[in-house]
């Protein structure tokens, strides 16, 4: 059975001039809370006759920058490809085939009688740069992968934050509004049934906030904008009592719980991408080899097959660029032949083995690393803001193994010493915003449609890249200091 379609007007991909996204929140809230089955209607998976599986996805991106020839906004990756003497820029064209390949590869595998499945994660601005670059080669491609029947039960896309900003140092309003703007820029791309089947989500870098009220406020964002399942790394998680993942748990859905300062908890399920090499791991597809090697397990008293779920850089290494495109192809026309072990998408997994009659309310409980420390010192059920802060306050103090990551304006921005210029106008940015907007938003919704609104927005989603921080000092953190003038300029 398909998905059926929906009757909205299409959204135009670009709005002044700029990506479209923002001013249709209410229309997209509507259209990702609807509850249906995604992938099981059209899964040929038999998980009565399968011991294992394996989930690959494959983060991709690339940063905007004010770097074209007059200072617009362009994508890193048409600057490698301008400047292809510079550094490791003679890999762009290479980077550019990594965005496009699946495209290629899933096809022809599917009409070769295979039965692949990969997971696809493109922030926003690498989703921009394609389209500002005119490489439709590279869009039509993906289509093909996001709209195309035949293919719907191979690949699924997977939500993001627009601009690639980690959780943790991202102020807190403005966790939704990225999560927001890429579903919308999504829909715009691909269309409002493509963006109805996206209801797994991964984290910029993998990172999970463990400061209570962030972690609370980011799953009941994602939960809000419609996901179910969250992907985590494996060490940034823990029981309730701080002891790590048992080794079987780790290959079963977890049910991830956040209790904020105020005692209230919220919970959403997550799969746990086990520790290794990453792009190492998922270019020679270890998480197969290792999926043979398991067996079905218990949740509650349902057997179901375990899977092995693994995310890596899509376009970055040589290993990602060259063994890769040798490594992926093969284990599917092995797996052909030998199907007790098979290849699963996240939302296929957890539909499957709902099916069966594994409860959520039996999956291994977790929560944030280090969390536990807190509710040591703090009872959850009489919690207040004062109490958990004096109790981070005194672990920070005396505990240096213990750190939570600032999350917002008024919050401890310790995590990045030694990259202030950039956390700090970026936080000034946001705070402007809100101060500007917020407001204005309440009075009337519409004001999101506005040509104004929409740019500031951009500039402040664009600000909050990681990578201004996590590339060095210099350049990267020249470009943020461009991007928070222009952005103040728009604010004032």
């Known amino acids: 059975m398909a998905i059926a379609t929906t009757n909205s007007k299409p959204l135009d991909i670009t709005r002044h001039g700029l990506p479209n996204i923002c001013g249709w929140e209410s229309e997209i809230a509507s259209l990702v809370n609807q509850e249906r089955s995604i992938f099981l209607p ?8 399968i011991k294992a599986g394996f989930a690959c996805a494959l983060h991709m991106h690339q940063p905007t920058i004010p770097a074209g020839a007059n200072g617009e906004l362009i994508s890193n990756l048409q600057y490698m490809l301008e400047h292809q003497g510079e550094g490791d820029n003679h890999n762009a064209n290479v980077f550019a085939w990594c965005y496009s390949r699946m495209g290629d590869w899933i096809p022809e595998l599917v009409h070769n009688g295979c039965n692949p499945r990969i997971m696809l994660d493109y922030s926003g601005n690498l989703l921009w740069g394609i389209q500002q670059m005119g490489r439709n080669d590279i869009i ?19 939500g993001t934050m627009w ?14 509004l990225h999560i927001r703007a890429w579903q919308q820029y999504f829909a715009a791309i691909f269309g409002y049934d493509a963006l109805q089947r996206v209801k797994g989500f991964s984290p910029p870098e993998m990172h999970l906030p463990n400061h209570p009220d962030t972690l609370y406020e980011y799953i009941k964002a994602l939960k809000e904008c419609g996901y179910r399942w969250l992907l985590v790394q494996e060490h940034s998680v823990e029981r309730l009592d701080g002891s790590g993942l048992h080794h079987d748990d780790k290959y079963i ?60 850089d899509g376009e970055n290494g040589g290993v990602m660029m060259n063994e890769y495109a040798r490594d992926f192809q093969p284990v599917w026309y092995e797996i052909k032949d030998n199907s007790d072990v098979v290849g699963l998408n996240g939302t296929e997994y957890i539909e499957l083995i709902e099916a069966a009659g594994a409860a959520p309310n039996n999956y291994p409980i ?39 990551d600032g999350a917002s304006w008024t919050d401890d921005l310790s995590w990045v010493k030694g990259y202030e210029n950039v956390l700090e106008p970026m936080n000034q940015l946001s705070a402007m915003f809100h101060t500007k907007y917020d407001s204005l938003v309440a009075e009337d919704p519409e004001i999101t449609k506005s040509a104004e609104y929409q740019e500031a927005l951009l500039y402040v989603l664009l ?7 996590y590339w060095g000092q210099g350049t990267w953190t020249d470009y943020a200091r461009k991007l928070y003038q222009s952005g103040k300029a728009l604010l004032k």
């Open 42 to 49: 059209n899964s040929n998976i038999n998980i009565d006759k």
């Open 366 to 404: 977790c929560q944030a690393a280090g969390q536990h420390k807190i509710w040591q010192k703090v009872d959850p059920d009489t919690a207040t803001p004062e109490a958990v802060a004096k109790a981070i306050e005194e672990l920070t103090a005396t505990d240096d193994r213990f750190h939570t």
């Open 463 to 469: 600000l909050e890249t990681s990578c201004f921080r």
């Open 163 to 176: 601009s690639h900003a980690v959780i943790p140092s991202t102020p807190i309003p403005d966790i939704k």
């Open 140 to 158: 039509d491609n993906l289509k093909k992968l996001a709209c195309d029947l035949q293919y719907q039960p191979h690949v699924e896309f997977l």
């Open 253 to 312: 859905p977890n049910r991830l719980v956040a209790r904020n300062s105020n005692g209230e908890t919220i919970s959403i399920t997550a799969l746990i991408k086990t520790q290794g090499s990453d792009t190492k791991l998922v270019a020679q597809m270890q998480p197969y080899h290792e999926a043979k090697g398991r067996n079905r397990q218990q949740i509650g008293n349902v057997s179901v097959p375990g899977c092995v779920s693994q995310i890596a």
